[in-house]
């Protein structure tokens, strides 16, 4: 199984800046896709962002298009997303999301993945 812990949440005002890790832990990393998803209070849990592996194909949603960037470090087993310009309406939990990429997945549903963090709540004050 793999093992996924989100940290980086926090309260910040309108137009400010945060950063999400998650960290990852299995028997192998290799061919795992990573991505972000959030939920708002009465809200359905949305989609965010996505990376394959080796970072050669990247997905956003157009709500954060622009503002917000994911990425991976060289490891490949610490995911991030860079928050930038951040609105009221970006306040919810965070959750990463992982599972091992086949032929044909689509990363942008959240049926796709197999394995979740807990979440972390971001704030963001107007």
């Known amino acids: 199984q793999v093992q996924l812990v989100e940290s980086g949440g926090g309260l910040v005002q309108a137009g400010g800046s945060l950063r999400l890790s998650c960290a990852a832990s299995a028997r192998t990393l290799v061919n795992i896709a990573m991505g972000w998803f959030r939920q708002g209070p009465g809200k359905e849990r949305e989609f965010v962002a996505a ?3 080796s970072g050669d194909s990247i997905y956003y949603s157009d709500s954060v298009k622009g503002r917000f960037t994911i990425s991976r470090d060289s490891a490949k087993n610490t995911g991030y997303l860079q928050m930038n310009s951040l609105k009221p309406e970006d306040t919810a939990v965070y959750y ?5 990429f086949r032929r044909w997945m689509v990363l942008t549903k959240r049926e796709t993945y197999d394995y979740w963090g807990q979440g972390t709540q971001v704030t963001v004050s107007s």
Do not use: D, G, S
Not at 96 to 100: E, H, K, L, R, S
């Open 96 to 100: 990463c999301a992982a599972v091992y």
């Open 51 to 53: 990376i394959t592996y």
